[in-house]
């Protein structure tokens, strides 16, 4: 069965990459570098996205309330609880998942058609530590901070959208924005973008590390990663949700 | 030097190497020859430990390289450089940071040691002042006399050049062939030629190994080449009008 196959594979590489490196020394640049290259460079379009989303949320939660018994504050309970839960969260990763996974993939296969991780491997450098793990390291750090930033982002473009049309006062949406607030939940948001951000960067890596041939396998590459992370993030979210929410 | 003692390897049915011997000579540039698919790049990357052999032992000076673990294997490496077809440059770093990478990696020299060392080295390999160029800027022989620049950064005892000409000039093919030759005499390496080029072997050649259908079939000098009886060989060097014009001339 293939699928045993990648599996078996994919574990042996993450092996590889949690093996001891050469020099630790080198690690922090390469870090922040990737850092700078997943997450500022993703603020401007997961800042759009939330905020077009926080405000759909907020139309739509305010259009499908007719009964005069449901209160208007219930705009600005239901913004909150979506953005927090599950848009700012799995949401945000999956985009996050098609810019950054396909630009690692398609980094990393390119430099394997090219013999440049051939050229790591003949220097005695462990290659896919080397080249994968700042990039694991750099997006479980700073993906949080990027969905913290998505959960303000969204919230404020659904209060803004919402006031703003006169669907809702300021105050009722305040009031709702903080009614039953649990910190649970932008905890358990947090736990599971760290889980998202791993399976981003090492399934992206694994496809662009395997790839063979040339300049068309590494857009197969590249779009494989993308489609495995969505698919298994998908399912991660689904057994996170089972397993912290109840 | 390095020697092989009865390389196999096969991919699934198809066996490639079948029981490769020869030996590789300190300062001296060895040629593995022979058509495409004949083994010659399976033979390299076992050799660098690229691929793994199937049966075989493979001698780096006295240590025996197919039986070393990922560290000792790591020691040797750090004596070894390549030269690849496509020299291999990391796109992401300027000239003076690919030759500064394994200095980086492997030695604790400071910034100023390996500044000065990196100007050493661009003077031998004819680069002066094109350092801090990307390999996007470079043309096909300076990417390749960046890679050579980079494999000799570590002083290694072992060269491995894959391919040095394709894809240049004439002019260029000399000058980097040259510079092969150069830096193995320099260095005291032992260098190892992949080739099928013969401009090349006729032109800097100490040993060759003609390679067909996984066996080396042939083993000689630049000067016995030409008037080598083997039938192969005959079919490889002169399969050219050109290069059979000179073989009568030659006669």
Redesign the interface.
Known sequence: MPIFSSVGKYSILMGRVFSRP??FR?YPQLIIREMDKIGLQSVGIVSLLVLFMGAVVAIQTASNIESGWIPRWTIGYTTRQSIILEFSSTVVCLIISGKVGSNIASEIG??RI???I??L?????NSASYLILPKIIAAVFIIPFLVLLAMFVGVAGGASIAILSGNVSFADFEYGAQYDFRIWDVAYSVIKTLFFAFIMTSVSSYHGYNTHGGALEVGQSSTRAVVYSIVIILVADFLLTQLLLL | MIELKGIEKSFGDNKVLKGVSCSFEEGKVNFIIGKSGEGKTVLNKCMVGLVEVDAGHIYYGNEDFTSMDRWERKKVRTNIGMLFQGAALFDSMSVEENIQFPMKMFTSLTKGERDKKTEEILEQVGLQGKSKLYPSELSGGMKKRTGLARAIALNPKYLFVDEPNSGLDPVTSIMIDKLVKQLTQQYNMTTVVISHDMNSVIEIADTIHFMSKGEFVWSGDRKSILTAQHPLLNDFVFASQFMKEIKDKFK
């Open positions: 050469e020099k080198v390119t430099m090219s013999d440049q051939d050229a491997d003949i220097m005695g450098i």
